[in-house]
């Protein structure tokens, strides 16, 4: 039964290629104590980025983003021109490139807020044809201000939602550079934007079944603490990610790696009967390919 397999990782950020296989294969998963990759808010919000981009007209996206991260354009002023948009029958697009024609009442400030908006969507949809959906997606990132605005929280989970933006950027250029890319299953020629949109949907679009709880469990190591089940896969027990690179690069090294080598006996303590040890010889990361050292950790017990 699936109940029975449970996959655990350092970071969060490793869930996404395990969710985009098991949904590829049609295998139920449950996300503990945690939410599934592309259902995280810093994923949605940079995955509309690259809709709208794509598709000016997809309203949903449009919204979301206008004031991600916040440039001045209130809810207040968003839905005045949404409504202008329904009234005069007009796509939303169309009234944020000039809303000042739509309602007379929107503040300066606002207007020029949503000006340079709409200046930046233009700038990358030029990029459309020459840019892969890696670059492009990259220069979304930080000219949107996405990753400046994560990186404004220090804390863990700020530093977990960078680590997933770097992660969603990963897997794009995985897309891009490889044959048959993890999780998609269509025109692999075509790397463009257009192309890695229409690939994920693919993914993220199958149905699942709510009411069935036979699912694998998806979870961080630091989540399955108290937890056991029968079989138990460790994934990247890798140098730099397990033990982790900022347990490597502490103050105190020594302290933290002890530190991480007893969450890594947490982890083999969940498995009952069957334990898997896997790494990476090579992955994606900072959207370079990275070869790897396989954990000291694997060492030490061998």
Known sequence: ?????????????????????????RILYKV????????????????AYLRVIVNPKDEEALRRVVNYPTRGVGQTSIDKLSLASEMTNTPL?????????????????????LGEFVA???????????????????????????LDDLKKDKSTEGQSRVENIQELLDGIKSFVEEDEADGFQTNVEDKSLMSYLQNIALVTD?????????????????????????????????ENLFPSMMALKSRDPRAAIDEERRLFYVAITRAEQFLTLSYASSRYRFGKMQYNNSSRFLEEIS
Request: hydrophobic fraction near 40%; charged fraction near 30%; aromatic fraction near 10%.
């Open 1 to 25: 039964r699936n109940e029975e397999f449970a996959i655990l990782y350092r970071i969060n950020a490793q869930s996404r290629v395990f969710e985009e296989e098991l949904k590829k294969n």
């Open 32 to 47: 503990y104590g945690g939410t599934s990759f592309y259902d995280r808010k810093e994923i949605k919000d940079t995955l």
């Open 93 to 113: 697009w169309e009234v944020l490139k000039q809303p000042g024609t739509f309602d007379k009442t929107i503040a300066t400030r606002t207007l020029r807020s």
């Open 120 to 146: 930046l969507i233009e700038t990358f949809q030029r990029w459309l044809t020459s840019d892969d959906a890696h670059t492009l997606a990259t220069r979304v990132a930080r000219m949107a201000g996405i």
């Open 206 to 238: 199958l149905d699942t079944d709510e009411s069935n709880t036979d699912r694998v469990k998806l979870m961080s190591v630091h989540a399955a603490k108290g937890l056991e089940f029968p079989a138990v896969f460790i994934t990247g027990m890798e």
